[in-house]
């Protein structure tokens, strides 16, 4: 089974630009969560969405949204870039909610110069 | 306050010794509770998640204190492989927050 896939794996854009992060998760996951990773720090939640509505929301401006999709794939979107922006963005998809497992993609690395 | 806190690393152990790390939590509505583990330049990947009654995983033991809104994890034998950096994760009442640690980096020498 194919695990967790996020598109791009890599990125660079410029201050001020839009950015769509992309991530597929597991088949017969119906959840999936958004995490923001700086280099030396653990990943900070953004979203978690589950069946299409967002259900938690981390302390991050209002630049940054996202949603799910009927066949539970999901987009983070992100406006205005800032140079702080940069880092490594990390999607997980779950089954469920609660003490269920979340598994991870690889990852995109957005650079913002 | 962090709502997740960890020991600070890195931490530096010969193989075959015995290491803990510590993490507190400041929300105690918290459910959910995992050790995951991060290597270098990858995602990070459930170790174990975290029970009341303690739990352990082969040379991996978790162990979660309510009142005290402290988890640990211990590793014996430490092997070169287990080389990463440790997680600790706490996750909301109804699972729809989950929050990360900062993580604590191991390294093991031979």
């Known amino acids: 089974d194919a695990g967790v896939t996020q598109s791009p794996t890599h990125l660079i854009k410029t201050r001020g630009q839009h950015v769509t992060l992309r991530c597929s998760p597991i088949s017969g996951h119906k959840s999936v969560s958004w995490y923001q990773q700086v280099l030396g720090q653990g990943p900070q939640f953004i979203f978690q969405?589950?069946?299409?509505?967002?259900?938690g929301r981390g302390n991050f401006p209002d630049r940054f949204s996202a949603r799910q999709f009927p066949n539970y794939s999901s987009e983070l979107n992100v406006n205005a870039l800032l140079l702080g922006d940069s880092a490594l963005y990390l999607c997980?998809?779950?089954?469920?909610?609660?003490?269920?497992?979340?598994?991870f993609g690889q990852g995109t690395r957005l650079t913002v110069v | 306050r962090k709502e997740v806190e960890q020991d600070p690393g890195p931490f530096n152990v010969p193989e075959g010794a015995t290491v803990a790390f510590n993490c507190t939590y400041s929300?105690?509505?918290?459910?959910?509770f995992f050790w995951y583990r991060q290597d270098c330049r990858k995602e990070p990947k459930l170790l174990m998640s975290?029970?009341?009654s303690g739990n352990e995983d082969g040379r991996f033991t978790a162990q979660l204190n309510r009142a005290s809104q402290y988890i640990s994890l211990l590793i014996r034998d430490s092997k070169l492989s287990d080389s990463a950096t440790y997680l600790c994760v706490v996750r909301d009442t109804g699972g729809f927050k989950t929050i990360f640690g900062a993580g604590t980096r191991l390294f093991v020498k031979a």
């Open positions: 929300n105690s509505a918290s459910q959910s």
């Open positions: 997980a998809s779950s089954r469920g909610t609660g003490g269920t497992e979340a598994f």
């Open positions: 975290v029970y009341s």
């Open positions: 969405y589950y069946e299409k509505e967002e259900r």
